[in-house]
C-alpha cells in the first residue's frame, strides 16, 4: 500500500525557535497533503490543506505565519512552526492523498513536537 | 456541515469479547465512510471503508455496515484481543470540494488479558 513518512518522529526545541517537519509520499505523488494537529486523547484537527506548486489553504483559527507550509514537490511537504512557543507542543499529523486512488488519505506515523 | 459522533471512551473488555462502537454521521449526499486505528505514538491507519449505502468494510475481523437509513457505520469485531487496545476513528469524506475527511472524537478500546 501507499506509504508516507514523517521526519523527524519527535523533536524538542527551546521557545523562540523554528521547527521544520517534512512530510513524503514514498511511492505515489501527491498534489494535495493535509496537514493535522492532534492534542492528547483528542481527535484530530485539520490545520492547512497543502497543494504542489500553490499556497496552502489553511483552516479557519490556525496562523499562518506561525504554521508555514510548503509543497514545492509532489512527494514532499514541509511544515514549519516558528518562534515555537509552549502551547505549540502538539502531535502533528500529516496525510496525503493519492489521486490514483479514489482520492485516498494516507497518513504518516506523525511528529511529536515538545517546545520547551 | 459534515459531521460524525461517535461513542465516547474508553471502552474496557476482556480477551475475546465482542466490541461494538458507535459511529453515526450527519452529511448531504453519499459520503464515503471510513475507520482509522491510531496505537500508541503513531500515526493513522486505514482498518475498512464503504462507499455506498448497504457496503460492508471488513478487515483484520473487524467489520462495519454503511447504514444510510440511520446514518451509521458502527464497528463490530467478535472477538477482541489485547492487541486491538488503540483509539478508533470513524470518518467521513463528503462531497466538498477539497474531499478532506471529517473525523468523530475517537474511541479509546482497552482489552484486558
Known amino acids: 500500500g501507499a506509504v508516507v513518512s514523517q521526519h523527524p518522529s519527535w523533536v524538542i526545541c527551546k521557545s523562540g525557535t523554528s521547527v521544520k517537519i517534512e512530510c513524503r509520499s514514498l511511492?505515489?505523488?501527491?498534489?494535495?497533503m493535509f496537514w493535522y494537529r492532534q492534542f492528547p486523547k483528542q481527535s484530530l484537527m485539520l490545520m492547512a490543506t497543502?497543494?504542489?506548486?500553490?499556497?496552502?489553504?489553511?483552516e479557519q483559527g490556525v496562523e499562518k505565519d506561525k504554521f508555514l507550509i510548503n509543497h514545492a514537490s509532489l512527494t514532499l511537504s514541509t511544515l514549519t512552526v516558528t518562534s515555537a512557543h509552549p502551547e505549540d507542543s502538539s502531535f502533528y499529523i500529516c496525510s496525503a492523498r493519492d489521486p490514483g486512488g479514489y482520492y485516498e488519505q494516507y497518513f504518516g506515523p506523525g511528529t511529536r513536537l515538545t517546545v520547551t | 456541515g459534515d459531521s460524525v459522533t461517535q461513542m465516547e471512551g474508553p471502552v474496557t473488555l476482556s480477551e475475546e469479547a465482542f466490541l461494538t462502537i458507535n459511529c453515526t454521521y450527519t452529511a448531504t449526499g453519499y459520503p464515503s465512510l471510513f475507520w482509522y486505528v491510531q496505537y500508541p505514538g503513531e500515526g493513522l491507519q486505514l482498518l475498512l471503508k464503504a462507499t455506498k449505502a448497504d457496503d460492508k468494510g471488513s478487515n483484520k475481523g473487524f467489520e462495519a455496515t454503511y447504514r444510510k437509513e440511520t446514518t451509521s457505520f458502527h464497528l463490530e469485531k467478535g472477538s477482541v484481543q489485547v492487541s486491538d487496545s488503540a483509539v478508533y476513528f470513524c470518518a467521513l469524506r463528503g462531497n466538498n470540494a477539497g474531499n478532506m475527511l471529517t473525523f468523530g472524537g475517537g474511541t479509546r478500546l482497552m482489552v484486558k488479558p
Open positions: 511511492d505515489f505523488q501527491a498534489t494535495t
Open positions: 497543502s497543494n504542489e506548486g500553490s499556497k496552502a489553504t489553511y
